[in-house]
């Protein structure tokens, strides 16, 4: 258990010491951290919730054909996205083992949140304590199509922080879609940033007609409405989706989603106090994709999976908002909203942990097992 103890409390000690002002400078620490938990994600063996499951996909890739015909001869192929299959190909072409395969994805998942946040320049270590909390779990023990989808995303965002560059940093965000189909949601909201108008009415249409969507779900099924706005090829993809549907994980979510509107109201009403665009980018993300998550609360309850696919990104994003915010006005306020925050995504983090145990406790690497 102290594995998963040391990734939240070394940011929590670091914080702490960066607003005493005895850390003046934390980039390299902020980095190392990064570094290191993409370690612990990457060294694992038989440990976290999708170890089986990707097992026997890896060691059926035959290497005696060529890529292209590997993937059709391959008889579990229509699982998971190509782009997933190129890269186990790959791995195991080059001599690389199956535990290789969550060793790279969990570092450059690392990298790519790191590549993404680094830019801050208040106490970065704050990001990296709600990311611990809502993330670390599920990107580097659970699922590791879904980190790299992420990571290619927040590379593009990455990009377009730095370029202001939107058609560059969307082709780097699509990259995602060959690992994981989910990816599709992060470029939807990725464009309604782009092109959506800016503006408290706008703000209010955009809950408005997803409130009306999630009534009309009421009547008709969700996963119809999706299958019918979605190609028929991927109507497996919803399926898969489907079956989840009565495998929640408790009913906490309803409450859950109230917070996150919490959330919401509290980004929208003070994001206006950051001046720099790069900043506003990254809260009106956060405001869009936790107004999609909690309409997929409500509109998919006690389906954990499709909670899971919307808000893991928007986690990230979440995050990232409340920290500039709280960079830009420390006041009591702010600093109560954050340990709020803080003390959401610890309780969510260990929850996880209880939740499924019996996969990630006790800890197993490639080093003892």
């Known amino acids: 258990m102290l594995i998963y103890i040391i990734p939240a409390l070394l940011p929590l000690v670091f914080a702490i010491l960066y607003e005493l002002k005895i850390i003046k400078n934390g980039k390299f620490l902020y980095g190392a951290l990064f570094f290191l938990i993409g370690l612990i994600g990457g060294l694992r063996f038989q440990t976290g919730d999708d170890w089986e499951g990707y097992q026997d996909y890896f060691y059926n890739i ?21 782009g997933y299959f190129f890269f186990n190909y790959l791995v195991k072409f080059f001599g690389g083992n199956y535990p290789f395969v969550f060793f ?25 304590l709600i990311y611990i909390g809502f993330s670390f779990i599920l990107l580097h023990f659970n699922e590791i199509r879904q980190s790299i989808a992420i990571s290619f995303f927040l590379l593009g965002c990455d990009y377009y922080l730095k ?48 409130l009306i ?26 399926n898969i989706y489907r079956e989840y549907q009565q495998l929640g994980r408790g009913s906490g ?9 919490i959330c919401v109201m509290y980004l929208l009403y003070y994001s206006r106090y950051l001046k720099l665009p790069q900043y506003q980018f990254v809260c009106r993300y956060a405001i869009f994709s936790l107004l999609i998550t909690i309409f997929v609360i409500f509109a998919f309850p006690a389906n954990y999976v499709m909670f899971n696919r919307a808000y893991v990104l928007s986690s ?50 490639i080093f003892f097992h």
């Open 316 to 365: 990230i994003f979440q995050g990232y908002a409340a920290s500039l915010i709280l960079n830009a006005k420390k006041t009591s306020l702010h600093k109560l909203f954050f340990i709020l925050s803080i003390s959401a995504s610890l309780i969510f983090y260990f929850r996880i942990l209880y939740i499924s145990a019996a996969n990630y406790i006790p800890y197993r690497s």
């Open 163 to 210: 370029h202001e560059k939107k058609i560059p940093a969307l082709i780097i965000c699509l990259f995602g879609l060959f690992f994981q189909f989910s990816a599709v949601l992060y470029i939807f909201i990725l464009l309604l940033i782009f092109y959506f108008p800016m503006g408290k009415k706008y703000y209010i249409l955009a809950i408005l007609s997803l």
């Open 62 to 82: 035959d290497l005696s054909y060529n890529i292209v015909d590997s993937y059709f001869s391959n008889i579990v192929n229509t699982q998971f996205e190509i």
């Open 213 to 238: 969507i999630y009534l009309i779900s009421t009547y008709l099924d969700p996963f119809y409405l999706i299958s019918f706005l979605l190609p028929t090829s991927l109507s497996f993809k919803i």
């Open 253 to 261: 979510q309803g409450m859950y989603g109230v917070y996150l509107f």
């Open 104 to 128: 790279i994805a969990s570092i450059f998942c690392s990298y790519s949140v790191y590549r993404f946040t680094r830019r801050f320049d208040g106490n970065k270590f704050y990001i990296l």
